[in-house]
């Protein structure tokens, strides 16, 4: 019995559980630039800048997951 | 002994080469391959090359990194030779004294601090090879070559080479791993910190590696995967939601290569200066 069907479906689930924390840790980012930003606004650019450096960075832990699944989803 | 085809330019019609489903098609478009594909016109075959029973055989992505190369080495070499005459830039200069001024004031003096002059060459070039091969990537019929796993991976061995000769230099070669553990940590603690900072060492331009591999191919995987689902749904009704959609990731996507090169040229920078700056 070969698993490839397990494999793949392992690769939906897994990417869709990567996104969930990617999303939900850059969401929370977001939130907090904003307030921040809100509250004093001659910071913003400042903020803006460190909100995109720390958003990429969340994103390549979530790509880790993801290229663990591709590699799932090539079996 | 070198073993070579000609090139061929073979007319291919697209029913001859269908592909069997959808994530082949993605697949054949995102990796690396064999041929150029200007379907439904032509398919471009590359030439094969055999040294010593290893496969350097010219595939896509070699071919637009020797664009991507000869693009930059034209622009930069151009880019100096105007300032012989005088050092307020015009024009084309100008706009490539905007990037150049960026990655020094904003990447390499904060991160790096003193003596960031030695490193400058290392993270202008990187900033810029992976800029021109994120932007290439994105033209129609080609291909993207920070995409490839060799590319990113190469790059980081570069940046983990600079980190560890950097440290090295400045601290001693012993003084360097020495440096690496923290002050004030209690004694039994030692062995694991020693184990967890050398793991440090590695994993961070792994992280580097990984993180642009996977952001290029990503991408690209999104916006195929949008254009197929027209042909998978079979009706031209399906455009006007794909087209959008596709354009708004391709947009992204230009956002996206912009902020990995400033990414992997940043995080460079900043473990160089932890590196180098060590009591920090």
């Known amino acids: ?75 | 002994m070198t073993d070579s085809t000609s090139t061929q330019v073979i007319v291919d019609s697209l029913i001859n080469t269908k592909p069997t489903s959808s994530s082949d098609w993605i697949l054949h478009h995102v990796m690396d391959g064999d041929y150029l594909d200007f379907s439904p016109f032509f398919k471009l075959y590359l030439p094969h090359f055999e040294l010593f029973g290893i496969d350097i055989s010219i595939t896509r992505h070699v071919l637009f990194m020797w664009l991507g190369s000869i693009l930059l080495f034209i622009i930069m070499t151009r880019v100096a030779k105007a300032y012989k005459s005088s050092m307020v830039p015009k024009g084309f200069t100008n706009f490539w004294e905007l990037f150049i001024v960026f990655v020094r004031d904003e990447i390499a003096k904060p991160t790096i601090g003193k003596g960031f002059e030695k490193f400058l060459p290392y993270l202008l070039t990187a900033f810029f090879f992976i800029l021109f091969g994120n932007f290439l990537g994105l033209i129609p019929f080609s291909a993207t070559f920070t995409s490839n796993i060799a590319v990113t991976a190469t790059m980081a061995i570069f940046t983990f080479l600079m980190i560890q000769f950097g440290g090295m230099r400045n601290n001693g070669a012993f003084g360097y791993f020495k440096g690496l553990i923290p002050h004030g940590v209690p004694g039994f603690l030692l062995p694991i910190m020693i184990v967890v900072e050398l793991l440090g060492l590695l994993s961070k331009p792994f992280a580097l590696a990984i993180r642009l591999f996977a952001n290029m191919t990503a991408g690209h995987i999104v916006i195929y995967a949008l254009i197929s689902l027209l042909f998978v749904m079979q009706s031209y009704l399906w455009a006007g939601l794909v087209v959008p959609m596709a354009l708004f990731i391709y947009g992204l996507e230009i956002l996206v290569a912009l902020l990995q090169a400033y990414i992997f040229t940043m995080l460079s920078g900043l473990f160089i200066g932890m590196a180098v700056h060590q009591d920090h």
């Open chain 1, 1 to 75: 019995m070969d698993g490839s069907g397990l494999a793949a479906l392992a690769a939906g689930i897994g990417a869709g559980l990567t996104i969930i924390g990617g999303a939900l840790g850059i969401g929370k980012l977001a939130a907090s630039a904003m307030e921040a930003s809100g509250r004093q606004p001659e910071a913003a650019g400042a903020i803006r800048t460190s909100m995109i450096i720390a958003a990429a960075l969340i994103e390549g832990i979530s790509l880790f997951a993801l290229v663990i699944c591709f590699i799932l989803a090539g079996k």
